[in-house]
């Protein structure tokens, strides 16, 4: 196995613990708002928007081996490319994520997500 592939494989980890603390009510999906809720422990100055400075703290807390890359995942995520993370992008995130289109992200979609944005990053 390559060392890519070791680098991609690890967030699975991280991803599965972050799932459970952003699935609130527990039905083992996420939606946008709750996506959006989970990440709002690091909007720091509590404005409703993760910005990068905000946003390579939350990669250095959940996905440490990735805090190189947070610039890259952080462009990854702005679907309007404003510079901040809000409900537009966790909804438009949402999308992507939801490979089967029922408005919310299954577990197993979320760690295809999660992967594709490693790939993203590493390759960038
Ligand atoms: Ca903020
Ligand atoms: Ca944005
Ligand atoms: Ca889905």
């Known amino acids: 196995m390559s060392p ?7 967030p699975a980890l991280a991803m599965a613990d972050s799932f459970s ?16 809720n989970y990440a709002k422990q ?7 928007n993760i910005v990068q400075k905000e946003f390579s703290k939350l990669i250095k807390d959940l996905l440490p081996e ?4 947070s610039t890259a995942m952080f462009k990854a995520c702005d679907s309007n490319k404003d510079q901040k993370l809000n409900a537009v ?21 979320f760690y295809v997500w999660g992967s594709m944005l490693a790939v993203d990053a590493l390759f960038a």
């Not at 690091?42 to 409703?48: L, Q, R, S, V, Y």
């Not at 990735?66 to 890359?69: C, K, N």
């Not at 992008?89 to 979609?109: M, P, Q, R, Y």
Request: glycine residues 4%.
């Open 66 to 69: 990735y805090a190189a890359y």
């Open 89 to 109: 992008d966790s909804a438009a995130v949402l999308k992507k994520i939801d490979t089967n289109k029922n408005g919310k992200a299954e577990k197993s979609e």
């Open 42 to 48: 690091w909007d720091a100055d509590k404005d409703g």
């Open 4 to 10: 890519v592939w070791i680098l991609v494989l690890l």
């Open 21 to 36: 603390d952003a699935d609130k009510n527990k039905d083992s999906t996420l939606t946008d708002v709750e996506i959006l």
